[in-house]
């Protein structure tokens, strides 16, 4: 074991520590390992107008899959065991981040899905490891998700957790900002595929800051090399992006049978549409100069491309896979 690894092991564990035993992630039945890996940070760099440079370390899509008996639910207890045989590294990962964050005396950046699913275990540990260093970060729709697809998530439904999950972030979910060395970072929450007009009313509060904006939201923004790869990888039945254009989606493949009544939000076609508010609030991004860079997560896989004359999208990969970005920015 090298020094690296033994010192973010060493982290993980004191993070973890003073957790009930209860609380430690479940162990997942037997299977196959995952692949295990060195964490890899690939290097950018952004060109936003700073009056120093800096660097930053983005992550995303972690998915802590945790169960703790101060739930008292069962059904959490063996959503944790089946959740984390999907993502048995995430948190390892996490920690070599906040190792590599503090050795470069950089920012921690973090684009949503954190954890996998609400529970007091999940939050008590994504807070902790918000506590560990210097970050700003947004909301994913699994951190408002209770057992992970059972029901329609919307406004109402975020609801329901959002007090508890804006406890564990470092800053509010829905809307955020910080500035760091003159550029403003603007959190923005779009778990759910739209944007709101109150939302559009605080971001033009921000550009009339003057100052240079990184936007960061959880589900990318349309693009169309990446509509375009999206199709593909789900075999063209939907994009997993905000701001498609509604004649793209009508051309969407249909379930292959109906959705029972009252099941209809299960249809990607309707849980991805594009209203008239989301539509005006990127129409708005796109068009503001100050917007030097947007940086997304929720593919769990990386992507870049231009998204307004002044500003390219970077889709950091997933966190569980033991990828992230190390971003210079000048």
Not at 4 to 25: D, N
Not at 63 to 90: N, Q, W, Y
Not at 124 to 139: L, P
Not at 269 to 297: C, H, N, S
């Amino acid at each position: 074991m090298t020094r690296r690894t033994f010192i973010a092991a060493g982290l993980g564990m004191a993070l973890a520590a003073g957790m009930p035993a209860q609380a430690a992630q479940v162990p997942p039945r037997k299977r196959k390992l995952a692949a295990f890996k060195p964490l890899a940070l690939r290097r950018i760099a952004i060109e936003a107008g700073a009056s120093a440079p800096f660097r930053a370390i983005h992550l995303s899509d972690t998915h802590i899959a945790r169960a703790d008996v101060s739930d008292r639910d069962p059904r959490k207890t063996a959503l944790a065991a089946e959740r984390s045989r999907h993502f048995p590294f995430g948190e390892h990962y996490l920690a070599e981040a906040v190792f590599a964050a503090r050795r470069d005396k950089a920012l921690l950046l973090h684009t949503g899905d954190m954890v996998d699913f609400v529970s007091n275990a999940n939050l008590a540990i994504a807070e902790r490891y918000f506590g560990s260093g210097d970050w700003f970060a947004c909301a994913g729709n699994h951190e408002f998700s209770k057992y992970v697809g059972e029901a329609r998530e919307d406004a109402a439904y975020k609801a329901d957790s959002m007090d508890r999950v804006s406890s564990a972030l470092p800053c509010d979910p829905s809307f955020a900002s910080r500035v760091v060395e003159d550029v403003n970072f603007v959190a923005v929450d779009d778990v759910y595929y739209n944007f709101t007009a109150e939302q559009l009313d605080k971001m033009e509060k921000e550009v009339a800051k003057g100052l240079p904006i990184v936007f960061m939201c959880h589900v990318p923004l349309f693009t169309p090399k990446l509509y375009d790869a999206q199709m593909r990888a789900t075999k063209g039945t939907c994009a997993y992006l905000a701001g498609v254009p509604d004649g793209k989606i009508a051309t969407w493949r249909a379930p292959a049978k109906p959705f029972a009544k009252g099941e209809e939000w299960r249809d990607r076609r309707v849980q991805q549409r594009t209203d008239a508010a989301t539509a005006e609030f990127i129409a708005y991004l796109k068009a503001q100069p100050l917007v030097k860079a947007v940086l997304a997560g929720h593919l769990h896989s990386f992507w870049q491309e231009r998204f307004s004359p002044t500003a390219v999208q970077h889709v950091c990969p997933a966190t569980y896979k033991g990828e992230g970005l190390a971003i210079d920015f000048a």
